[in-house]
Nanobody
């Protein structure tokens, strides 16, 4: 019933930009806290961004935003670095409920 679908990943050169999108079905975004996580090969999944809160590694470069009317959350990624390469996951949370997307791959080349 509930689906979070990420899109916008791809291959970019270092210093480039991408915008990820997360579209929800089965829920409305409005009551949920939305966020982004990522997981690089061989590493644990790590927090990237939530509304008004960013990981230190992406502060000043990434911007999260949401459009409740479209049930969509975005992650604008600027000044990308090779270490940003990972599968990026959309996350929705309300009280004891949480949902994950299946991820979109971002690859940043040197």
């Amino acid at each position: 019933q509930v689906q979070l679908v990420e899109s916008g990943g791809g291959l970019v050169q270092a210093g480039g930009s991408l915008r990820l999108s997360c579209a929800a079905s089965g829920i409305t975004f409005s009551p949920y806290a939305m966020g982004w996580f990522r997981q690089a090969p061989g590493k644990e999944r790590e927090f990237v961004a939530a509304i008004t809160y960013y990981a230190d590694s992406v502060k000043g470069r990434f911007t999260i935003s949401r459009d409740n009317a479209k049930n969509t959350v975005y992650l604008q990624m600027n000044s990308l670095k090779p270490e940003d390469t990972a599968v990026y996951y959309c996350h929705a949370r309300k009280d004891l409920m949480e949902f994950w997307g299946k991820g979109t791959l971002v690859t940043v080349s040197s």
